[in-house]
């Protein structure tokens, strides 16, 4: 009997907890809700980083925050890509059921400014972003098949000195195949940044690039630009870029060495004429252009303000880049997926509100009005400080001029 | 024919004098009605209309204003901070009903068209102009809000469905070092109306 009692007891209790458990969803509905996070980088090889992700929730009477708002690109560790900029995440969820996030990285000198207010970022220097370093050590620049190519009575003829042509040939281009190593793929960033509104039934959002393109430095410092990022994305905006202008560097640049350095290589091989001259290059040109042809595919993949949206919510990633595979064989130690500016807003729904005695006479809803009015800046320049320089530079040198032709005319006197 | 010509210096400085009396007593009567009438100008009345200059002249300030559209609920005044923005969803200065809604920018290195806005006083007269003319103000009160209590109170502020065409100034205040902390609101009542 006693045994019977314990057991009904613990079942009302495991009833009334199973009933407590599924009300409080239901008093702990979330109103409003945002989040968002400045930047993630997935490595090749080493895993990924970020910079966390700052969310909020509004339950209809207090406002609740998870992660931090005020990122270091310090704590982005494991990681070469990035070293300086300014990180930004902020996120606000409103009673009333709105919610408004921001999110992106600036270079150092940035102003914060805090979400709701549109963009996260204002001002600040570039970024320069180590993207990828280009790998070309196992480019075969003598290949075994370089004296395929010729006729027949031309490979008789240099079959003697095959070897010694295929060393010349080696040492005039080691020099230049060796220094492409350096080669490395940049981009640079200015404020990158995306940000979203949300009330309790839309959202929207979008993202701004400021001065953005993607390049490649060659070893010998030249820059090969790859694509110039534009500063209004449209939606979910397409940039793909392949490295044929890198491609065409290398090539030109082993053109020019084995035109002005071939006879050289080659004077002590009387053996060698123009003609074996003519078809091995053509092979040796061949062979590598065929090695390289994977860089002129596309081997950056950017979507600019990507929006992923559905009913109510919305998240919009101001910078989504991808190194694809084409150029796996000659890409190392590199970015292979960097998310900026990820801001994520909604859905959202007013409380539920008990019903009252005597609901007033539904007016008209009111209408929108400012919540939040931005009306502060650090500081602003309008060019008159550089004005006012140039029309004393042109004082001066218009007195300096004065005093000379006086001081001319005094000695003519 | 010599008589006339013996007689026409006295007659022409005569009408001469004539003249010269009449044009001093119109003179003196035109000052005279503008003394006992200076007010008869008012009673034209100015249409509500965009406005196009804000002057606060216990300020020293004058700034071109600008419309300007709400993102969201956020209010950002134009990206020159020399210039006015004025919130196309509020009143139109003249207007009988609503509210008229006008925000710039404190710049904390200076040159922010509303940078002396925290010095204005209740009493001080605000004027607003428009194509037809100029409706002045006077302060009725100067409010510091924070970021939370200024949305607390947005329907006050902002609201269109009352106000009776008074005129709201908004800009930041409270510098923290990195950002403003607060929105320092004005609130002014029309007491007069200048056609131009």
Same mark, same amino acid.
């Given at each position: ?35 968002? !996070? ?35 690109? !310090? ?34 000198? &940035? ?24 790998? =070309?050590?196992? *480019? ?32 005039? *281009? ?66 793909? $870029? ?27 091989? !009387? ?11 053509? !092979? ?13 595919? %596309? ?5 600019? %303000? &990507? ?22 064989? =000659? ?26 005695? %005597? ?32 029309? $004393? ?21 | 024919?010599?008589?006339? +010509? ?10 001469? +004098? ?21 007010? #008869? ?52 200065? #003249? ?43 006077? /302060? ?45 609101? /004005? ?10």
């Amino acid at each position: 009997m006693r045994t019977t009692l314990i057991a009904r007891g613990a079942a009302v209790a495991a009833a009334a907890a199973m009933v407590a458990l599924s009300a409080a969803p239901a008093s702990a509905a979330t109103v409003s809700q945002a989040s968002a !996070t400045a930047l993630s980088l997935e490595l090749a090889g080493t895993g990924a980083t970020d910079s966390g992700t700052y969310a909020v929730t509004n339950d209809g009477t207090t406002e609740s925050a998870e992660g931090t708002n005020e990122p270091l690109i !310090t704590a982005l560790g494991g990681q070469d890509a990035i070293q300086v900029g300014t990180l930004a995440q902020d996120a606000v969820a409103k009673r009333n059921a709105t919610s408004a996030a921001c999110s992106g990285i600036a270079g150092d000198g &940035a102003t914060l400014v805090a979400a709701g207010s549109g963009d996260c970022l204002s001002g600040g220097d570039n970024i320069s972003l180590d993207a990828a370093s280009l790998d =070309f050590s196992n *480019l075969e620049v003598i290949r075994s098949d370089l004296f395929q190519g010729a006729d027949s009575q031309l490979q008789e003829l240099g079959k003697p000195v095959q070897d010694q042509i295929t060393s010349a040939l080696a040492q005039l *281009l080691a020099p230049l195949v060796d220094g492409l190593d350096g080669a490395g793929i940049y981009v640079d960033l200015g404020a990158v940044q995306s940000s979203c509104t949300a009330d309790d039934d839309t959202a929207s959002g979008d993202s701004t690039i400021a001065e953005s393109s993607a390049y490649v430095v060659m070893p010998g410092g030249d820059r090969v630009t790859l694509v110039d990022l534009p500063v209004e994305p449209a939606v979910n905006q397409k940039v793909v $870029t392949d490295l044929s202008g890198v491609v065409d560097a290398i090539m030109a640049g082993l053109r020019t060495q084995l035109t002005q350095g071939l006879d050289g290589a080659l004077a002590d091989l !009387t053996q060698v004429t123009d003609a074996i001259q003519k078809q091995v290059l053509a !092979t040796l040109l061949t062979s590598l252009e065929e090695q390289l042809a994977p860089l002129e595919d %596309n081997v950056l993949d950017i979507t600019l %303000n &990507a929006q992923d949206t559905s009913p109510g919510a919305i998240t919009v990633t101001a910078l989504d880049a991808k190194v694809l595979p084409a150029a796996e064989a =000659f890409v190392g130690g590199s970015l292979a997926h960097l998310t900026i500016g990820t801001s994520s807003c909604g859905p959202n729904s007013p409380v539920t509100k008990t019903v009252v005695n %005597n609901p007033p006479k539904a007016d008209n809803p009111p209408a929108s009005v400012p919540t939040v009015v931005t009306a502060g800046m650090e500081s602003y320049d309008d060019g008159s400080a550089g004005r006012i320089a140039l029309v $004393t530079l042109l004082l001066l040198a218009a007195a300096g001029a004065g005093v000379a032709t006086y001081v001319r005319m005094l000695r003519r006197g | 024919m010599a008589d006339t +010509s013996v007689d026409s210096p006295p007659r022409l400085a005569a009408a001469a +004098s004539s003249l010269w009396t009449a044009l001093v007593v119109l003179a003196v009567a035109m000052v005279l009605a503008g003394l006992l009438w200076p007010s #008869g100008s008012a009673a034209v009345e100015v249409p509500p209309g965009a406005p196009q200059r804000l002057e606060l002249p216990g300020l020293n300030t004058k700034a071109k204003v600008v419309p300007i559209r709400l993102k969201g609920e956020v209010l950002d005044p134009p990206r020159n901070p020399r210039e006015i923005g004025w919130w196309v969803g509020s009143a139109k200065p #003249g207007s009988a009903q609503g509210q008229t809604v006008v925000t710039g920018h404190t710049v904390h290195t200076g040159g922010g068209s509303l940078n002396k806005l925290d010095h204005i006083e209740k009493g001080q007269e605000v004027d607003i102009v428009t194509k037809d003319g100029t409706f002045q103000h006077q /302060v009725d009160s100067v409010e510091v809000l924070s970021r939370k209590e200024l949305a607390e109170q947005a329907q006050r502020i902002f609201g269109q469905d009352h106000g009776d065409g008074r005129l709201v100034i908004i800009t930041c205040t409270d510098w923290n070092g990195s950002g403003y902390d607060s929105n320092i609101v /004005v609130l002014a009542h029309r007491f007069n109306e200048l056609p131009s």
